[in-house]
């Protein structure tokens, strides 16, 4: 999942961060190490409890939408609007369907 959300980023013209060491101690020596730390400093993963990652565990239909959203909002900068009436916190840009000012 980690390498195929980074590629995502990274096809459609971003650029995630410097890897580094993000803190997850059960990813050593798995070879989308280097990806899930790409993904976690660009803020689109999150890992399932302080220090782990748990890269062999089921990725649910749920948590998968989560990291595309995350990656989209990382690509794009805004937040994905929420429905139709969403109006855009004061000072932030307007997006689509948000009143001009």
């Given amino acids: ?48 409890a302080a220090g782990t990652y748990a890269p062999g565990s089921p ?5 998968m939408a989560t990291f595309l959203v995350r990656a989209f909002e990382y690509r794009t900068d805004p937040a994905l609007r929420h429905g139709g009436d969403h109006r855009s916190p004061p000072g932030a840009r307007p997006g689509p369907g948000d009143p001009a000012g």
């Fill in 1 to 48: 999942m980690a390498s195929f959300v980074a590629r995502t980023v990274e096809r459609s013209g971003g650029q995630l961060p410097a890897a580094g060491d993000q803190g997850f101690g059960d990813i050593a020596g798995n070879v989308h190490a280097e990806r899930i730390n790409q993904l976690a400093a660009a803020g689109i993963v999150q890992g399932t």
């Fill in 59 to 63: 990725v649910t239909r749920a948590q």
